[in-house]
């Protein structure tokens, strides 16, 4: 039997570690649960250097933008899942413990009775990582931004974003970034466990409901990438090169040192830039050039001049 290896990342303690433990109960699934974005990249970096990475990643749209990571609805997809709910019938025990601040992470055992854990044959053991980012690290603005992250970094790893509410705009970004599939926290777990799959044969999962909003919001995305597009190349090479320097977050200075050119000169520059893509400031130009797909200048610094950065999450 090939097993699905699954990593479910929330910030609603009792949701993830209640859905972790419902998913641990198939036969065929591996789950682990991260509470943050930075613990969620841990845990994939961890499981790729053991030879073991993950098959499916399930996130939380709004990872990091609700306050009380310890609380949260225990419905939703698992209420009215096949072979047992954990809410409502006080059947389902998560038991957690949390490791020391320094460890950055914690472990937990979730043992779920009922139905759920019979075809498991007894208790099911759920590990769960929970983290704390370390120093110099940002956590994540959302769930979608972890999913364009980790595609960046593990490509093989299909992400399923869960929401609470359907969102036309935010499914078609998640799909920009990377995701396979927009599932409904209400949905059956019978109908999570259908997504998984899918996204494992290369579908892609969205509600029907949500069909036409989210071509419609692609269709509107593309319009913009084209006019950004045609804006860019009416850039010079140069220009362009200031351009990514900016994208990159590079101030006059260190773009002047980096091409070898004067403050004078690249204010010059940055000013053509700005006029041409017909935008008032640094940040729309950023904005625009991203559109259009340009991206950030290599910031690893020359040999012999390397310089120390702290570690920062995209």
Do not use: Y
Not at 34 to 39: I, L, Q, R, V
Not at 125 to 149: C, F, K, N, T, Y
Not at 192 to 219: I, K, N, S
Not at 271 to 299: C, E, F, I, M, Y
């Amino acid at each position: 039997m090939v097993r699905i290896r699954v990593l479910v990342v929330d910030d609603h303690r009792i949701f993830a570690e209640s859905l972790a433990a419902a998913l641990a109960a198939e036969p065929d699934v591996d789950v682990s649960a991260a509470g943050s974005g930075p613990a969620a990249l841990r845990c994939l970096e961890r499981a790729a250097a053991e030879g073991r990475r993950f098959d499916v990643m399930l996130v939380d749209a709004d990872l990091g933008t609700v306050p009380g990571a310890a609380g949260g609805s225990v419905n939703g997809a698992l209420n009215g899942a096949a072979g047992g709910s954990v809410n409502g019938s006080g059947n389902g025990m998560v038991n957690g413990t949390a490791a020391g601040p320094g460890s950055g992470s914690a472990s937990a055992s979730a043992s779920v009775s009922g139905s759920a854990s019979a075809s498991a044959g007894g208790p099911v053991q759920v590990p769960v990582a929970r983290a704390v980012p370390d120093h110099g690290e940002v956590a994540l603005a959302d769930g979608i931004s972890l999913v364009a992250g980790v595609r960046s970094v593990q490509p093989s790893v299909r992400t399923v974003v869960l929401a609470e509410k359907d969102d036309p705009h935010r499914a078609a970004l998640a799909l920009q970034a990377g995701a396979s599939g927009w599932v409904a926290k209400d949905c059956s777990l019978q109908r999570l466990l259908a997504v998984m799959r899918g996204v494992l044969r290369d579908e892609t999962h969205l509600p029907p409901a949500l069909l036409t909003g989210v071509l419609r919001e692609l269709t509107a995305a593309r319009k913009h990438r084209t006019e950004s597009e045609r804006l860019v190349e009416s850039l010079t090479p140069r220009e362009r090169e200031v351009l990514r320097c900016m994208v990159a977050g590079l101030g006059r200075k260190a773009v002047a040192e980096r091409l070898f050119l004067s403050p004078h000169t690249v204010r010059t520059h940055m000013q053509n830039v700005l006029g041409k893509l017909g935008v008032h400031s640094t940040l729309a130009a950023v904005a625009l050039a991203r559109r259009a797909g340009v991206g950030p200048v290599d910031l690893v610094p020359p040999l012999g001049n390397v310089v120390e950065r702290g570690g920062q999450l995209a």
